[in-house]
């Protein structure tokens, strides 16, 4: 069993910045990606960034340029460092991993496994 664990969400002010991990336990894995999605309220999940086993990364147009993601393969742990929060950055932040190889990972069925989510408010 395979379990996802945020951390790093919290209040910050428009402009500020905040860093999301994001540790894998459990069996012993190494996923092909790992990911983050956001959720905000009345709104789909939608897709912000992945990186690769490789360290082959894709951002949301909504993101590049402020977020960078980084992964410690060793560890099993993602990063997400978020640069000038706006308040439509607003959302719960979901960690994923998965097993699978797909050319692109932006949608959430091509993820096995999910963090229980952690709140980021950008307040403006």
């Known amino acids: 069993q395979v379990q996802l664990v945020e951390s790093g969400g919290g209040l910050v002010q428009a402009g500020g910045s905040l860093r999301l991990s994001c540790a894998a336990s459990?069996?012993?894995?190494?996923?092909?990606?790992m990911g983050w999605f956001r959720q905000a309220p009345g709104k789909e999940r939608e897709f912000v960034s992945t990186i690769t086993r490789a360290s082959n990364t894709y951002f949301a147009d909504s993101v590049k340029g402020r977020f960078t993601i980084s992964r410690d393969n060793a560890q099993n742990t993602v990063y997400l460092q978020m640069n000038s929060l706006k308040s439509e950055d607003t959302a719960v932040y979901y960690c994923?991993?998965?097993?699978?190889?797909?050319?692109?990972?932006?949608?959430?069925?091509?993820?096995?496994?999910w963090g229980q989510g952690t709140q980021v408010t950008v307040s403006s």
């Open positions: 994923a991993a998965s097993d699978r190889i797909y050319s692109v990972y932006d949608e959430p069925r091509r993820f096995d496994y």
């Open positions: 459990g069996r012993t894995f190494s996923p092909y990606a």
